[in-house]
């Protein structure tokens, strides 16, 4: 299904299965959840094969990032599903009395899902199971930049749901483009920055709502208080999980200058620690997506110090999980999104100027922070701005349900997980009931004398 006229076709048919109402009872969503659960569960296997096909993703990773993580959002959500579609009494207004007043979670109906190529599997799922709880029908466009798991989704999904319910459009951004020009009620976007705005310039011409879950250059800071072991060992496991292809991976450090030097070798232990002295032989340790971003990231250690790392093989696109140091701002690698196993060392002197130099550039998609000073920490938590943030950790604050996961400007626009999944995918109604009687005539034309009253 890829021509615009079978999309067409199949937005259509999900319009007409959405407006019968089939997907609204709670039982039917409870029931949907758990089949996708049970589906994820047998499938674990062929995941597991077609994201080492796609770029050589280790298999515990497959399952702690794509397989894991989706199983436990659709446990909480199963929790919580029956109290979040229930409608929320509110107080209601003494102007209306006598009235009482609730806020409906209604589901939007029609959502595009479209989803990015670094945990495939998971980023195009996770948004469905949302758009399940919520109520709603789903294309789903998973990335052309991994095929074998693109074809996995698509023939899961097709087996298991009826396709006025779910389907999977295959393809690239022209399958994308035909989608876009459809009257989705809901478009979710997980991307870079560059494809959101076009999303958003298509949401814009239906007035549809959007979620962007964009990137961005997440930096790490580090201040001379820190555990730098600990520190090393964290940053090195957020950097370099999946070749440093996360969205939320830490594209930079800022380290207190004077423990650079001990940081820099701290990290270089901690790389040999979990990957060996050749990381190219580590079972441990993804590949670069495509011969693209292999010759971007290759590009971009051009004329920069090494200080580890470095190594490169073309015939599977291996580079070495790598440790740059005397990176100025001006440096290619400080002007773009770095998305692999590249880590610039920059150095700070006091912390006010860190925040300084973060804030002077675009607001990222998350930041991190190692110290153990809880005033530097509180100061730098209020002074920036990011769509999420760690204190002495990288990454995890994504794996809490009750933490809602998005961007802010260029890096996102709303949120998902756990009950944000269910928010992003329902429009909250407000609903005022009245009884016929009483009917107090105050707010009714004529209004001669009324004014006196109040
Ligand atoms: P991308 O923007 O190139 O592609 C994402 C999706 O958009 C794909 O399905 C692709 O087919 C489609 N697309 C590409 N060009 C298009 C166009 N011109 N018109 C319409 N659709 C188009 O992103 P990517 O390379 O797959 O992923 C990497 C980016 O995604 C990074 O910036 C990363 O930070 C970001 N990302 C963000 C999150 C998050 O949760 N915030 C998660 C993962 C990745």
């Known amino acids: 299904m890829t021509q615009p006229q079978d999309l067409a076709a199949a937005f259509a048919r999900q319009k007409e299965f959405f407006r019968a109402g089939h997907t609204r009872p709670l039982a039917f969503r409870e029931q949907m959840l758990r089949l996708l659960k049970t589906v994820i569960e047998k499938e674990e296997e062929a995941i597991t094969r077609a994201l080492a096909e796609d770029f050589g993703k280790p298999a515990f990773e497959t399952y702690a990032t794509e397989i894991a993580i989706l199983l436990s959002e659709i446990k909480f959500i199963l929790k919580y599903l029956r109290q979040w579609v229930a409608p929320k009494k509110v107080k209601s207004s003494f102007l209306n009395f006598p009235s009482t007043d609730a806020i409906y979670a209604e589901p939007y109906g029609v959502a595009l899902v479209i989803g990015a190529w670094n945990y495939p599997f998971q980023l195009t799922l996770s948004p469905v199971i949302g758009a399940i709880a919520a109520g709603c029908c789903a294309i789903l466009k998973p990335s ?40 989705f009620d809901k478009m979710f976007f997980t991307g870079s920055t560059a494809v959101g705005k076009i999303v958003a310039q298509a949401a814009a011409k239906h007035l549809t709502p959007v979620t962007l ?10 201040d001379a208080t820190a555990d730098l072991a600990i520190t090393a060992k964290r940053i090195v496991w957020g950097k370099f999980i999946n070749a440093g292809q996360t969205c939320v991976a830490p594209d930079y ?18 790389i040999t620690q979990f990957y060996g002295p050749t990381p190219a032989q580590s079972p441990d340790f993804a590949r670069i997506i495509n011969q693209r971003h292999f010759q971007r990231l290759k590009g971009l250690l051009t004329g920069t110090q090494i200080y580890a790392g470095g190594e490169t093989d073309e015939s599977t696109f291996y580079i070495a999980p790598t440790l740059l140091q005397n990176v100025s701002w001006q440096d290619p690698i400080m002007q773009e999104e770095i998305f692999g196993p590249l880590l610039p060392v920059l150095t700070y002197s006091s912390l006010a100027q860190a925040i300084e130099m973060v804030n002077a550039q675009p607001k990222p998609l998350a930041l991190y922070f190692f110290s153990k000073d809880r005033d530097a920490q509180e100061q730098v938590l209020t002074q920036t701005s990011s769509g ?18 998005g961007g802010v400007g260029p890096s996102g626009n709303g949120n998902y997980h756990g009950k944000a999944s269910f928010d992003a995918f329902s429009h909250q109604k407000s609903v005022l009931k009245k009884p016929s009687n009483p009917d107090i005539p105050l707010r009714y034309p004529p209004y001669a004398q009324k004014l006196t009253w109040m």
């Open 144 to 183: 052309e930049m991994t095929p074998a798991t693109s074809q996995l989704i698509a023939r899961m999904v097709q087996e298991h749901f009826p396709p006025e319910y779910l389907t999977v459009a295959q393809g690239g951004p022209e399958v994308s483009q035909a989608l876009l020009d459809l009257p």
């Open 388 to 405: 999420g943030a760690c204190i002495n950790d990288t990454v995890s604050h994504l794996a809490n349900p009750h933490l809602p996961f």
């Open 213 to 222: 879950e964009l990137g961005g250059k997440s930096p790490c800071l580090v």
């Open 253 to 270: 450090i800022l380290v207190q200058e004077n423990v650079a030097p001990q940081l820099l070798e701290q990290l270089a232990q901690a």
